[in-house]
């Protein structure tokens, strides 16, 4: 079992960076694939990135490709999310989850165990 927690959320203005961090407390956190979904008010949660125990794959809606990069440090049990070039459509509440195996089915919600609180991120135009 995984306990997460997101941080680093705020309000900015379009074109800025954020970097979103995920902590999880663990012993076998290595083990698990992690991923980012955001739900923004009224929409349904989708998925924006996605990698593996080992960092040797991973995923990326198209709106996000390019722009954010999902990283992870194993020793230190957290996630990140490095958002640049911000655009307003990626105003949510960014979530963290994890999952036990990476397979093609990344991208969908039910597929992940664990979840954290979320984190608010406001873009301004």
């Known amino acids: 079992q995984l306990q997460v927690g997101e941080s680093g959320g705020g309000l900015v203005q379009a074109g800025d960076s954020l970097r979103l961090s995920c902590a999880a407390s663990?012993?076998?956190?290595?083990?698990?694939?992690m991923g980012w979904f955001r739900q923004a008010p009224g929409k349904e949660r989708e998925f924006v990135a996605a990698?593996?125990?080992?960092?040797?794959?991973?995923d990326y809606t198209d709106s996000v490709s390019g722009r954010f990069t999902i990283s992870r440090d194993n020793a230190k049990n957290t996630v990140y999310l490095q958002m640049s070039s911000l655009k307003p459509e990626d105003t949510a509440v960014y979530y963290c989850?994890?999952?036990?195996?990476?397979?093609?089915?990344?991208?969908?919600?039910?597929?992940?165990?664990?979840w954290g609180q979320g984190t608010q991120v406001t873009v301004s135009s």
């Open positions: 990698i593996s125990g080992n960092s040797d794959r991973t």
């Open positions: 663990g012993r076998t956190f290595s083990s698990y694939a």
């Open positions: 989850a994890a999952r036990i195996y990476y397979t093609h089915s990344v991208v969908l919600p039910s597929q992940y165990a664990y």
